[in-house]
């Protein structure tokens, strides 16, 4: 059963901090690479982070450059999303994608999904 299952989702308050994982079941992550995405009631989902399979290059979108960080761990076969400081517009379900491809892109096209977890920033 081939499986991303994000977690560390929840509630914080604006300029508040959370840390997403993601974690990969009956396959390695040894050779994808990873992108966050995020998508808010009524918007289209968009790319926020991604990191190349080696974690040697990393990507940022406008929107978390400077706030967020992502990072890998291939021993745990685990992705990270790091938050600082976050905004109401913050506010999605965040998902991770795996892509069988070194390099990372902020477009939607990975080949795995897992199934969201909810980021509420709110006061």
């Known amino acids: 059963h081939l499986q991303l299952v994000e977690s560390g989702g929840g509630l914080v308050q604006p300029g508040g901090s959370l840390i997403l994982s993601c974690a990969a079941s009956?396959?390695?992550?040894?050779?994808?690479?990873i992108g966050w995405f995020r998508q808010a009631p009524g918007k289209e989902r968009e790319g926020v982070s991604c990191?190349?399979?080696?974690?040697?290059?990393?990507k940022y979108a406008d929107s978390g450059r400077g706030r967020f960080t992502i990072s890998r761990d291939n021993a745990k076969n685990t992705v990270y999303l790091q938050m600082n400081s976050l905004k109401p517009e913050d506010t999605a379900v965040y998902y991770c994608?795996?892509?069988?491809?070194?390099?990372?892109?902020?477009?939607?096209?990975?080949?795995?999904w897992g199934q969201g977890t909810q980021v509420t920033v709110s006061s």
């Open positions: 994608a795996a892509r069988a491809r070194w390099q990372c892109v902020l477009t939607t096209k990975y080949d795995r």
């Open positions: 009956g396959f390695t992550l040894d050779y994808y690479a």
């Open positions: 990191i190349s399979s080696s974690g040697g290059s990393t």
